[in-house]
Each structure stands twice: as structure tokens, then as C-alpha cells.
């Protein structure tokens, strides 16, 4: 009894310990776009991996607008002529939230050339990178919170015709599964993309804030704002300790409540204005610690809240809401804007003064769904066999993001799966020159192809036949040749089929030639050597495989015999030219008789050997 207790004991001591015990680190993947080899940075020593083996592009040094301390000297750019879209598809990333971190930069000695482009993440949009942002703090990153449940993440940089994107750093920081909660609406289809973050009353750059707080933060950069506008308000700060930061989900560093600002007599409204992108949905998150000496208690500093003129908090009193002076109080909204700005407005009702410690906002994004992996991985192998030019590019999702799908790929999206698939390939005049394999049958969804005028060889694949929604399929003028598959008969929804203008041979399926008449337009002139419909040549008789077997056999017989026949008579002359010869020697010297037979024995067993071998292995070498 004494024994089991003492179990028990231990058991929940363990459990008690490991439950207790902090928990692991969070997941971060950082990676140093360029650099030849894995770098770290101080202060905290934070490593960057190489990117040698993630992707294509060219790397350079660059003149980093970079505000990682030391700034990472290099960079990786994509010309265009590796295709619109490239992509860093990073693997075995856990199942989790995330907040991924993007830096910009220029080329080295290229500093008027600032790219403009696009950035995706898991096939959405999180950025558009706006002209002028190599000159702004705020905007040589994007970043958003995002869910990654594949196991891997693709980032993809799209090209919009402005010069060729430019990356220099890649983070993908774990964050808690909650953070950012902001009420209904939020969750795994959501995309919150950080549009500003701001520390209010403090110029010492915050870059590095969060470093020294809890990593589960995800590293945030927190831009400073000393203040809102000349003579509007005044800087506070405090080298006390703040109650209340750096708790779940959000673990906010207490250093951020150490500085505010606080409106003056002159102007009591504290205003903070921003531009944003119109028709958009916003969290907005406030924060508020109460470090001003003078507000001892409750009741004794309240004001409201306004978001572009409508009330949104109404009678905010810190030290009463959080508690306690010196502690962390954070409110978020969300709020749908029509317009191109935001404008914060912290309007005084007792004390005269209002008080704002940080600022976060964030664009609500919904996540696009995307296409089926089975699809993608289809189209990928059809890229190489088909010999596609890099220029097309075809990284990342072919669907999404909507504004840039693959050239060529035609997408439809299925409501009911909520799944993109791909129902046309229009890759016609293109220059491929490889050929068409089974892959092609993997697109289920396919209602139309056309390959027309390219210079693809090799044979039709049958597996065709099993795109039982084919409408149109157009290989016209390309150098396919063999025969017309059995299967294509299958294809009942067939109503355009252009064959014409290929090495095509043989017998055309009986099951394609009766559908002449049902009103569908079936092309099938200018080939080598097609036959058996109205309109083409009579086919020779048909044989069955047995019969072209049989045949084949007998053809075979016939050369055995004959190269048979061929050596006897050979063999026949030869012995009777020996027998001649003995004759004659024997009329001479006995001697040199027995050496001429010798030397000729030899010479017999060599030479039909030689010959046999060279029949042997002259197929085998062509087939
Ligand atoms: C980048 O800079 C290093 C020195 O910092 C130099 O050795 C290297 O040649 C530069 N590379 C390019 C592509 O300019
Ligand atoms: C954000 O506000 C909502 C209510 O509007 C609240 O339910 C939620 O807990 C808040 N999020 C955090 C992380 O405090
Ligand atoms: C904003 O949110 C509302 C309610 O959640 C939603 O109906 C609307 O479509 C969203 N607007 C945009 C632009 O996402
Ligand atoms: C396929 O493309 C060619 C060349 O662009 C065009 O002439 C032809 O009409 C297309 N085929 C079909 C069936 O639309
Ligand atoms: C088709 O052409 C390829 C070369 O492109 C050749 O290897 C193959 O034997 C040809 N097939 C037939 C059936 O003629
Ligand atoms: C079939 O293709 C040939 C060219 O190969 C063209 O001359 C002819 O008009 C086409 N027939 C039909 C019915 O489209």
C-alpha cells in the first residue's frame, strides 16, 4: 500500500515538474538570401542560414537598408528571364502559426533601381511593395501572421514589370497558436499582414525590442515614434518595472511600456494618422501602461477612443482596466475602412490628458485556397517533359495567387472542395520541343489542350483516353507519330480533335470515326500514314497481333534456313576444293601437305564464328 502511494507520488511529481518546466523554443527558421555560408549576427548571435540550396535567382552584395545589427551584406535577385514567379519553398516547417518576415534591398551600386513587386506566402498576396520604400524604415519589410499546416512553406516574388525582385533575409518565427486572437472571424483562413507597429515616446531605434523578450513573441520590429506632431504631445518614460507584459498569447516586452506619450494642454485630443489600402478589414491593437507620476489612481485619467471619427472604447481608464499603474493594458478592434487613411484619435474626458503607449496594425487577409498537390506535382513533370522555357517560370501554385496563375494553365476553382484545378493547358506556338507523357492524364479536370504548332515528338500517350471531361484537343502540327491510341475513343465529350500536320500512322479507332457525324470537327489530314475513315486512305488488311506474330515468325524461319542452306553449300565447295588440293600435294611433298590442312582448320571454325557473333549483336545494338 505504502509502495503504491510512493508511485503515485513520483508520478505526479514528474508530471508536475515537466508541466511546470518553461516550454521549448519556438520554431525559427532564418535564412540569409546570397550568403555563401550560415552567418551570425550580434548582439543576441542570432544564426542566418545559407540559402545556397533553396532556389534559383543570382546572388550580389547589397546595400542593405538592412536593420538587423549588422546589417547582412548580401542578397538574392531574380531576373526575368527566370520566369514572373520564384519561389523559396521551405520544408519540414511544424504545424503551426507563424510570423513570417521578409527584407527588401537594392543591388549593390544599382540604388536607383528599386524594384516594385509582389510577395506571396502559401499562394496569397501579403505585399505590394510601393515606390519609395527603399527609403523608408517601415517599409523595407513585409511581414504577416500566418497558419502553415502542409509541412512546408512556399514564398513566392512576382514580378510586375518593375525591375527584378530582390530579397535579402527570409524568417519564419513560431508564434503561440493564439496570438493576435481577435474575436470571431479569426483563425486558420486568416492572414493578419502587419501594416504598422509603433513605440510611442522613445527615438531609440526598436528594431531589436523584442529580442530581449520572450521568443514566443515572434521577434517583432517596433518602429519609434517620439512623437505625433510638433507641439502636440509629450514624451514619457520610466526605467520602473511594468506588471502584466509579456503574457500569453501575445508576450509583449515589458520595454515597450516604458515610454508613451501624453497629450499637452495645447491640443488634449492625441490624433495619430496613417495611410492605408482602401476596402480593407483592420485589426487594430492599443496599448497602454500608466507611467505618469501625476495619475495616482483610478478615475483619474479617462478618455475615448475614436477610430476615423466613431467611437470604438469609450471611457478608457487605465490604471482602473489594468489594474494597477505601471501595467500593461492592451485593447484591440477591428474595423472595416473605405478610405485611404486611418486616423487614431484619443479624445480626454477626466485629466485633460490622454496617454498611448504603442500602436499595431494589421490588414485582415483571407487565405486563398490552393490548387490540388496532385495537379501541381502533374504540371511540374509536364514542365520537363515538355521542355518548357524558363521564362515561363511555373514556381509556387499555379492558381495562386489569382493576379498571378501560371501562363498557359487555365484555372477553375470547385467550391465544393474548395480547391483550385486546372481545366486548360494553352500552350500552342510555344517552341516545345519535348514530348507528351502519362502525367497529362493526371489533370482529371482537363476540358481543353492545345499544343498546336510546337515540335513535340514521340507517340500520343493512351492514358489521354482517360480525361473522360477532353472537349477540345488540338496537337496539330507538331512531329507526334505512332499510332492514333484505342483509348482516345473514349473521350465522348470530344467535339474538337485536330491531328493534322503530324508523323501519325496507322488505323484511326473506329470509335473516333463513327463521331464524324455528330457534329464535332475532327482533323486528322496531313499525317504519314493514317487511315480507315471517309476521307483518308483504304487501311491495308487488317491483321490481328497473332497474324503480325505469325507472320514476323515465318519471316525469321526463312532467314534461318537460307543463311543454313548458304553455309552447307560453303562448306560443300570447300571440301571439295580441299580434296582437289590433297590430291595435288600428295602428287609432291608429304610435308607441307599436313601444315596447309592445319592453318585451313583453323580458319574454318574462326570465320563462321565471326560472322554469327557481328548478325548477333547488329540488332541488339539498334533495338
Ligand atoms: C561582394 O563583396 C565582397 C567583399 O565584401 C567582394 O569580395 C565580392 O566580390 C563582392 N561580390 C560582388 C558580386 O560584387
Ligand atoms: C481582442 O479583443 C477581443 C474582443 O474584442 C477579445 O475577445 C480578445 O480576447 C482580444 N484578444 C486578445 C489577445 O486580448
Ligand atoms: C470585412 O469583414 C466583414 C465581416 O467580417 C466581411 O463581411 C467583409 O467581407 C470583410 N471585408 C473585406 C474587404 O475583407
Ligand atoms: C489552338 O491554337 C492555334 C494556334 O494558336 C489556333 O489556331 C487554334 O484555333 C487553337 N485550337 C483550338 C481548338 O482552339
Ligand atoms: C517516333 O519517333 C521517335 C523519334 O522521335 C522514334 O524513336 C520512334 O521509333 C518513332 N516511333 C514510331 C512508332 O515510328
Ligand atoms: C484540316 O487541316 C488542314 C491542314 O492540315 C486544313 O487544310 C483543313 O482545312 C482542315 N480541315 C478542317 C475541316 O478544318
Known amino acids: 500500500m505504502l509502495r503504491f502511494t510512493l508511485l503515485w507520488l513520483l508520478v505526479f511529481l514528474f508530471a508536475s515538474i515537466s508541466s511546470s518546466s518553461a516550454r521549448p523554443a519556438p520554431y525559427a527558421m532564418r535564412i540569409s538570401c546570397g550568403a555563401r555560408q550560415n552567418i551570425r549576427t550580434p548582439p543576441t548571435y542570432t544564426r542566418w542560414y545559407k540559402d545556397f540550396a533553396y532556389t534559383g535567382g543570382i546572388p550580389a552584395n547589397a546595400t542593405a537598408p538592412s536593420h538587423i545589427t549588422p546589417p547582412l551584406k548580401t542578397l538574392r535577385y531574380f531576373p526575368l528571364s527566370e520566369g514572373p514567379e520564384n519561389c523559396y519553398i521551405i520544408n519540414r516547417v511544424p504545424k503551426g502559426h507563424y510570423s513570417v518576415r521578409i527584407f527588401f534591398g537594392l543591388v549593390e551600386h544599382e540604388i536607383d533601381n528599386e524594384p516594385l513587386f509582389e510577395v506571396s506566402v502559401e499562394g496569397t498576396i501579403i505585399h505590394s511593395l510601393k515606390s519609395g520604400w527603399s527609403k523608408n524604415d517601415e517599409q523595407v519589410f513585409a511581414e504577416a501572421l500566418v497558419f502553415l499546416l502542409d509541412g512546408s512553406v512556399s ?38 499582414k502587419t501594416t504598422s507597429r509603433l513605440t510611442c515616446g522613445t527615438s531609440k531605434p526598436k528594431f531589436d525590442e523584442d529580442y530581449s523578450g520572450d521568443h514566443w513573441g515572434g521577434d517583432r520590429f517596433w518602429h519609434p515614434i517620439r512623437t505625433f506632431g510638433k507641439n502636440a504631445d509629450a514624451p ?12 500569453v498569447p501575445n508576450f509583449y516586452p515589458e520595454a515597450l511600456y516604458q515610454s508613451a506619450v501624453v497629450s499637452t494642454d495645447s491640443k488634449p485630443d492625441l490624433a495619430y494618422t496613417m495611410d492605408v489600402d482602401p476596402n480593407k478589414n483592420y485589426s487594430i491593437w492599443l496599448h497602454f501602461a500608466e507611467i505618469d507620476a501625476t495619475i495616482t489612481s483610478a478615475g483619474k485619467r479617462v478618455f475615448d477612443v475614436l477610430i476615423n471619427g466613431d467611437t470604438f472604447f469609450e471611457n478608457v481608464d487605465v490604471v482602473g482596466m489594468s489594474g494597477d499603474r505601471y501595467t500593461a493594458l492592451v485593447l484591440n478592434t477591428t474595423v472595416a475602412l473605405s478610405g485611404r487613411t486611418l486616423t487614431i484619435t484619443l479624445h480626454p474626458k477626466k485629466g485633460n490628458h490622454a496617454i498611448l503607449t504603442a500602436i499595431e496594425v494589421f490588414q485582415v487577409i483571407v487565405a486563398e485556397s490552393k490548387t490540388s498537390p496532385e495537379e501541381v506535382r502533374a504540371l511540374q513533370s509536364l514542365k520537363k517533359s515538355l521542355g518548357l522555357p524558363n521564362r515561363f517560370g511555373w514556381n509556387g501554385d499555379p492558381c495562386v495567387p489569382k493576379e498571378h496563375p501560371w501562363s498557359g494553365a487555365d484555372c477553375h476553382f470547385d467550391k465544393s472542395g474548395r480547391k483550385w484545378f486546372i481545366d486548360g493547358l494553352g500552350l500552342d506556338n510555344q517552341g516545345l520541343r519535348g ?20 515540335s513535340i515528338h514521340g507517340a500520343i500517350p493512351s492514358s489521354l483516353g482517360a480525361v473522360t ?23 465522348t465529350a470530344l467535339r474538337r480533335l485536330n491531328l493534322n500536320g503530324n508523323s501519325l500512322s496507322g488505323r484511326v479507332p473506329s ?16 499525317n504519314h500514314g493514317l487511315c480507315g475513315i471517309p476521307g483518308l486512305p483504304k487501311c491495308g488488311p487488317h491483321l490481328s497481333a497473332g497474324a503480325k506474330v505469325g507472320i514476323a515468325f515465318a519471316v525469321f524461319l526463312s532467314l534461318v534456313l537460307l543463311v543454313i542452306c548458304s553455309i552447307c553449300w ?36 574462326r570465320n563462321p564464328s565471326r560472322g554469327r557473333t557481328a548478325s548477333e549483336n547488329g540488332p541488339s545494338l539498334l533495338s
Open 469 to 491: 471531361s477532353l472537349e477540345i484537343l488540338d496537337l496539330s502540327y507538331n512531329f507526334l507519330n505512332g499510332s492514333i491510341p484505342e483509348s482516345l475513343g473514349k473521350l
Open 435 to 454: 514530348s507528351l507523357t502519362n502525367e497529362i492524364s493526371k489533370l482529371h479536370h482537363l476540358q481543353s489542350i492545345n499544343l498546336s504548332g510546337n
Open 236 to 247: 514619457r518614460s520610466t526605467e520602473s518595472g511594468i506588471k502584466k507584459a509579456s503574457t
Open 155 to 192: 514564398i513566392c516574388f512576382h514580378s510586375t514589370g518593375h525591375g527584378d525582385p530582390a530579397i535579402i533575409s527570409i524568417e519564419i518565427l513560431q508564434i503561440d497558436e493564439r496570438a493576435y486572437y481577435f474575436g470571431p472571424g479569426w483563425g486558420r483562413g486568416v492572414i493578419l
Open 511 to 526: 470509335a473516333l470515326g463513327g463521331r464524324l457525324l455528330n457534329g464535332a470537327s475532327f482533323n486528322f489530314t496531313d
Open 570 to 605: 560453303w562448306k560443300r565447295r570447300q571440301n571439295i576444293l580441299r580434296a582437289q588440293q590433297i590430291a595435288a600435294a600428295s602428287r609432291s611433298a608429304p610435308y607441307a601437305k599436313s601444315r596447309t590442312q592445319s592453318s585451313h582448320d583453323i580458319q574454318m571454325s
